[in-house]
């Protein structure tokens, strides 16, 4: 079947099977490498992509549902002179990734957070996070360039 669809602010059409998820559609129709395929059971979180504005894990959708849809993934979010966003500096500046296996998944996530809650607590972060996996950072700095990302410092850990 052929699905057509905006992918990072440009019509795409391609031919698919019925059972084609969206990650591959994007990886392996459309080139589009930086959506990682993690766990194929919708637990990591590296295949975040945005569809029409909500955040879905692209592991668990069919190419043919995002027929006429707007999907933007990790390539769409930077400016096209190749300017970070504000998230993707952040996660930068804060060393918010190691490997980067999970850093596309990561700033997708943690850009729709801030599209719907534009200064979010650190425990509102944390909570968002929650179907992302990292296996590198332990969350601290990926957590702080959220929060530097939102205008807002870490709170300082109490002295012990």
């Known amino acids: 079947m052929r699905v057509t669809m ?12 019925g059972r084609t998820l969206l990650v591959d559609f994007l990886r392996e129709g459309l080139h589009l490498t930086g959506t990682h395929v993690g766990c194929d059971t919708s637990q990591c979180g ?11 894990k692209a592991c668990t959708m069919f190419a043919a549902e995002a027929e006429g849809a707007a999907v933007t993934t990790i390539e769409g979010i930077a400016a096209p002179d190749g300017t970070l966003s ?3 500096q952040a996660f930068q500046d804060h060393h918010g990734l190691q490997c980067g296996f999970c850093t596309p998944g990561m700033v997708m996530a943690a850009t729709a957070l801030l ?8 425990a509102e972060i944390r909570h968002h996070l929650d179907g992302n996996i990292c ?6 700095n990926i957590v702080k360039a959220i929060m530097a990302a939102s205008g807002q410092e870490m709170p300082a850990l109490a002295a012990e």
Not at 46 to 56: E, I, K, Q, R, Y
Not at 135 to 140: E, F, K, Q
């Open 6 to 17: 905006d992918v990072n602010g440009r019509s795409v059409s391609g031919e698919v099977e």
């Open 46 to 56: 590296a295949c975040t992509v945005h569809v029409d504005g909500l955040l879905v």
């Open 86 to 88: 504000v998230v993707q």
């Open 115 to 122: 599209k719907d809650n534009p200064k979010p607590s650190e």
């Open 135 to 140: 296996r590198c950072t332990g969350y601290h």
